[in-house]
């Protein structure tokens, strides 16, 4: 048990990877939203001079439509039976470290995309280079200080100096 | 000047070279990670080869292609982890001949075969892309509306036995495309007043983060410490005596014939090819028992018949306009930015175009050989490489690769957001291509489909034999596989009641 609580490569939860059913019905669902909000932008799309038959908005409330049709579709089939499984379809299951992780290189993306703003590319690139390797799992000067200060340079050799974007 | 001629003679440029060489180093190093996909790697690169001019770029991008083709085939013999999907079938007898001290005679072997179905691939392409494409010039909106059709419904139809995940896959990527401009009138859609989406939802960026973010995302979110093969230290010898060359002889010709099929159906790559004909050689060899426990014929096979696939799937997509695999669909996006429209008209207006890229691709078969027979070794030393160093490389110039496109930084933020969809797709088990080939086909299907209705109703799709057949096909795509599972359970139910019965 404490071995649950504590192994940091321990699933996130139940949802980690979800249930054969969980699988199906998620995207179903998310599915149906997605193309109900679709319908409903697409009613509200201009219709203009009508120089053809077919108005702007014809195509997406057709696709729109038919997404809401394959996402019920999908949602009945997870409830009556119990799915095919397809062994590539199963993911492989997330840790709670991972999860972590993530979130937290997702949030220094973030915080790079504010910085980039203030100070200059090279110093803010060193940087988010840093925060990286270091939330990956990288410790000592190889992976802390040779390896971002090297990527940086060649980074800004190849897109600064070689082809010219102004960073 | 005869197209041929002009078509190589347009390679001799010196900066043409340079853009193989360096496409050949980073594709095999892409190739040899295992979880970064040839199609990752060409969306990454798309990033910072639009600076350049077309032909440099797809050399870049071309010679990616080919060589994480022959790089993949390292983690795939000496870890058992395929380093990209094409080399699936490269495990089944590539680790067992690693296992029984033959690593090097493997890698060799599988970089000869590899080279070899490239070899036909590049002739398929030369012979048949101009043809096709002139084929391909007679069609009316009716048929390029069911070639697209076609083309997504075979993309869909191979995603294993989720036809209707992979529909709706395809229905949301058609839905993105409607993002921008109607094609018929300019009316605006779905842009909320940003005129970063008048243009549409930039392509680029979305392919880069469906492809390259998430699937780091999805790595750090599932990595644990301290797991993963030790990879092969016993090489063995490296290079095949003349016995083992009159073994390989045949598995190339079965491998050759397979690939070349497969590679010319759209949607449908090397992964499928190295199964199919590794299988095709199992069934046709004298030694069936050994496939799967080490046999040079079934590496062979596979190797060729993965690598055949390239040249089929490069025709289709110029020739056509139809991705031939999800590199291409990819590749697509960045020739579009460049002004080359693949499809029809592409070859013939510049025939010389299918020489070009018929040299690039020949280049970079050479390069990638000589670099396998000469540093394999270096590059197994790759596998040792911790993750975080990968992660970081990526994430990040994903970013300044995306912002560099179009210098914009709300091309970064698309890229993240499709990167967290991306994610989505991937946990829920939905395939990622049917987006991507959506949103690159969206416009065309949905202009065809219009002008086609305009011009004669449902009779002028219903009435041409072309965009009934492919139709039809398509149509066939995706109720084959659900049917066949029907098919087998019932006999399987039946099989079992009959036991019961007989008990």
């Known amino acids: 048990m404490g071995d649950t609580t504590t192994n940091p490569d321990a699933p996130a939860t139940s949802a980690a990877r979800p249930g054969r059913r969980l699988r199906d019905l998620i995207p179903a669902l998310a599915a149906a939203a997605f193309a109900v909000v679709a319908f409903v932008l697409a009613s509200q799309v201009p219709e203009g001079a009508r120089l053809t038959q077919f108005s702007p908005r014809w195509w997406p409330e057709l696709l729109a439509a038919l997404v809401l049709l394959l996402s019920v579709f999908l949602a009945v089939g997870a409830l009556r039976r119990s799915t095919v499984t397809v062994e590539e379809d199963v993911p492989e299951e997330a840790t709670r470290q991972g999860a972590w992780r993530l979130t937290a290189m997702l949030a220094t993306i973030v915080g790079y995309g504010v910085l980039w703003y203030f100070i200059d590319f090279r110093v803010s690139t060193l940087l988010l280079f840093i925060a990286l390797t270091w939330l990956g799992g990288g410790r000592g000067w190889k992976a802390l200080i040779l390896f971002p200060i090297t990527v940086t340079a060649i980074l800004y050799l190849l897109f600064g100096v070689f082809l010219r974007v102004p960073l | ?503």
């Open chain 2, 1 to 503: 000047m005869s197209p041929i001629v002009e078509g190589f003679s347009a390679l001799l440029d010196p900066m043409i070279l340079l853009c193989i060489a360096a496409g050949a180093l980073l594709g095999m190093l892409v190739g040899a990670f295992p979880g970064v996909t040839a199609t990752m790697a060409v969306a990454l690169a798309s990033g910072f080869t639009l600076s350049l001019e077309p032909l440099p770029g797809l050399a870049v991008l071309l010679t990616i292609y080919v060589s994480a083709n022959f790089g993949d085939r390292v983690p795939a013999i000496l870890i058992n982890t395929p380093g990209t999907p094409a080399s699936i079938a490269t495990t089944f007898d590539g680790y067992a001949m690693a296992r029984k001290g033959k690593a090097g005679l493997a890698l060799t072997s599988s970089a000869f075969a590899s080279a070899w179905g490239t070899l036909v691939g590049i002739v398929l392409l030369m012979v048949a892309a101009i043809p096709l494409s002139r084929l391909a010039l007679n069609f009316g909106p009716a048929e390029m509306f069911a070639l697209v059709v076609f083309g997504l419904t075979m993309m869909i139809g191979v995603s294993g036995g989720r036809i209707v995940k992979g529909l709706i896959a395809g229905g949301f990527g058609l839905l993105l495309a409607t993002v921008g401009r109607d094609p018929i009138t300019g009316t605006p859609r779905f842009t909320f007043g940003a005129s970063e989406l008048s243009d549409g939802i930039p392509f680029i960026a979305a392919i880069i983060g469906l492809f390259g973010i998430a699937e780091v995302m999805n790595q750090i979110l599932v990595h644990r410490k301290g797991r993963g093969v030790e990879p092969i230290k016993d090489f063995g010898r490296w290079f095949p005596t003349r016995e083992d060359w009159r073994t390989m002889f045949k598995p190339l010709a079965i491998g050759s014939g397979v690939g070349g099929v497969v590679g010319i159906v759209p949607a449908t790559g090397g992964d499928i090819a190295g199964i199919l004909g590794w299988d095709q050689a199992r069934r046709l060899s004298k030694h069936p028992e050994e496939f799967g426990k080490g046999s040079l014929e079934g590496l062979t096979a596979a190797d060729t018949s993965s690598n055949s696939t390239l040249g089929g799937s490069v025709t289709t997509t110029l020739a056509l306009g139809l991705p031939g695999d999800s590199v291409m669909a990819v590749m697509i996006g960045s020739m579009v930015v460049w002004g080359i429209q693949p499809g029809p008209s592409l070859f013939a207006n510049q025939p010389d175009l299918v020489y070009s890229i018929a040299g690039i691709m020949l280049i970079a078969t050479v390069v990638a050989l000589v670099i396998s027979v000469l540093r394999m070794r270096g590059v197994a030393k790759l596998l040792e490489l911790p993750q975080h160093f990968l992660w970081a490389v990526i994430l990040v110039f994903c970013m300044v690769g995306t912002y560099a496109v179009n210098n914009s930084v709300f091309d970064v933020a698309v890229m993240l957001v499709f990167g967290v969809v991306g994610l989505f797709l991937k946990r829920f088990g939905i395939p990622p291509g049917p987006v991507v080939l959506g949103l690159i086909l969206g416009g065309l299907a949905e202009g065809n489909l219009r002008r086609a209705l305009e011009i004669g109703g449902p009779a002028n799709i219903l009435t041409s034999p072309i965009a009934l057949g492919l139709l039809a096909v398509s149509a066939l795509a995706l109720l084959a596989p659900p049917l066949r599972n029907a098919w087998r359970a019932r006999r399987a139910r039946a099989a079992e009641s009959t036991t019961t019965a007989t008990s």
